[in-house]
């Protein structure tokens, strides 16, 4: 297998779920500024929509979409149980926080990175971020993680758009459970590799 990633954006998610899994791939940085591959060539050869994550199997087959990779990723190791059963109402559940995460929070940081969005927008977008990220962290009132007290593989999806408060001037302080759940995440082994691996930590 291989992940496209560019360090620290959503691919993130993917990378940590791969480390927790412990599957062999191949991780190859695919910059979203650049495109370019480690080798030179265009990543949109790759992938032509241009953003990562991407995950191409050993057969060729893609995956494109965070949720849908990190979903196939806990499917093939079941006994680590990274995702619950398929079919199961926890199943539902996990995907409904995927679905959350990457509509509510994902999409909301956007329009924070866009350089031509006017102010008051991103005044908007950022009070309604912070509308969801204080109903997050009451959803974690008394979990260690989204699940509950078993991690899965919303929580690297979790911490991956969290990591985005900083740069983007919004402070968590407010969210004292979030902020308990960045610290366990953090402390993960896992994430340390993946974080490591992206350049993002020493």
Not at 80 to 85: E, N
Request: hydrophobic content about 45%; some cysteine; proline content about 8%.
């Amino acid at each position: 297998m291989k992940l496209y990633y560019s360090p620290g954006a959503c691919s993130l998610s993917p990378h940590i779920a791969l480390k927790e899994s412990g599957l062999a791939f191949e991780a190859i940085a695919a910059p979203t500024k650049t495109h370019l591959l480690p080798d030179g060539s265009d990543y949109y050869r790759i992938n032509p929509l241009g953003y990562v994550p991407l995950l191409e199997l050993d057969d060729g087959t893609q995956l494109r979409e965070g949720p849908a990779i990190v979903q196939y990723i806990a499917d093939q190791v079941p006994a680590k149980h990274l995702a619950p059963a398929n079919g199961t109402m926890a199943r539902y559940k996990l995907q409904e926080w995927l679905t959350f995460i990457g509509t509510e929070l994902h999409k909301g940081f956007s329009p924070l990175f866009n350089p031509a969005m006017p102010a008051e927008a991103k005044a908007a977008a950022k009070e309604r971020l912070l509308g969801r990220l204080k109903w997050i962290d009451g959803e974690l009132a008394g979990r260690q993680y989204l699940m509950g007290d078993t991690f899965s593989v919303a929580d690297p999806y979790l911490f991956t758009v969290s990591n985005w408060a900083a740069p983007m001037q919004i402070d968590l302080t407010p969210y004292p459970n979030l902020l308990a759940f960045r610290a366990r995440m953090a402390a993960r082994p896992a994430v340390q590799a993946a974080m490591k691996a992206e350049g993002l930590t020493q």
